[in-house]
């Protein structure tokens, strides 16, 4: 499936919201599709990015790492159904939109958290999620410096 499409559908099952368990079994899988996306630019992406894909990749790893893995059949994980990005600029605009709603997301967790445990974990993936939506901001930059650059070489 394509990399928008999922994201949308990870953003409206993130907006849709539900108890704890559901909001962070919602994270989670954001985090993954934020990974696998992150994995495949740094595969197979405009080599500018490559470098900065590596480091979303990672961070979307971190960001999994911290948070209890939910009981999802192989069937339920959204990063599996991954099969293409499409055009950069649109799949990372979107994820950027979406890991801004799951660092939002983790912040009410947080804020509700009964247990320290919980509360920490939240804290730690609000920061994987805030440091991998930088990423996305920087990648769209450079993809942005590139397009300005090509207009202005054509003509020289």
């Given at each position: 499936?394509?990399?928008?499409?999922?994201?949308?559908?990870?953003?409206?099952?993130?907006a849709a919201?539900g108890g704890?368990?559901?909001?962070?079994?919602?994270?989670?899988?954001?985090?993954?599709?934020?990974?696998?996306?992150?994995?495949?630019?740094?595969?197979?992406?405009?080599?500018?990015?490559?470098?900065?894909?590596?480091?979303?990749?990672?961070?979307?790893?971190?960001?999994?790492?911290?948070?209890?893995?939910?009981?999802?059949?192989?069937?339920?994980?959204?990063?599996?159904?991954?099969?293409?990005?499409?055009?950069?600029?649109?799949?990372?605009?979107?994820?950027?939109?979406?890991?801004?709603?799951?660092?939002?997301?983790?912040?009410?967790?947080?804020?509700?958290?009964?247990?320290?445990?919980?509360?920490?974990?939240?804290?730690?993936?609000?920061?994987?999620?805030?440091?991998?939506?930088?990423?996305?901001?920087?990648?769209?930059?450079?993809?942005?410096?590139?397009?300005?650059?090509?207009?202005?070489?054509?003509a020289g």
């Amino acid at each position: 499936m394509d990399a928008v499409r999922l994201i949308v559908t990870s953003r409206r099952a993130l907006a849709a919201g539900g108890g704890v368990p559901e909001l962070l079994t919602e994270v989670w899988q954001a985090q993954a599709l934020a990974q696998a996306i992150g994995s495949r630019l740094a595969l197979a992406g405009p080599p500018r990015l490559r470098d900065a894909a590596r480091g979303l990749a990672d961070l979307a790893d971190r960001g999994c790492g911290v948070l209890d893995r939910p009981p999802l059949d192989p069937g339920e994980l959204r990063a599996a159904r991954l099969t293409e990005l499409g055009d950069t600029r649109p799949c990372l605009t979107h994820l950027g939109g979406l890991l801004g709603d799951v660092g939002i997301a983790l912040v009410g967790i947080a804020c509700a958290a009964d247990e320290e445990a919980t509360y920490w974990s939240c804290v730690e993936a609000i920061d994987a999620a805030d440091e991998a939506r930088d990423r996305v901001r920087d990648m769209l930059r450079k993809l942005a410096e590139r397009e300005a650059a090509a207009p202005q070489r054509e003509a020289g």
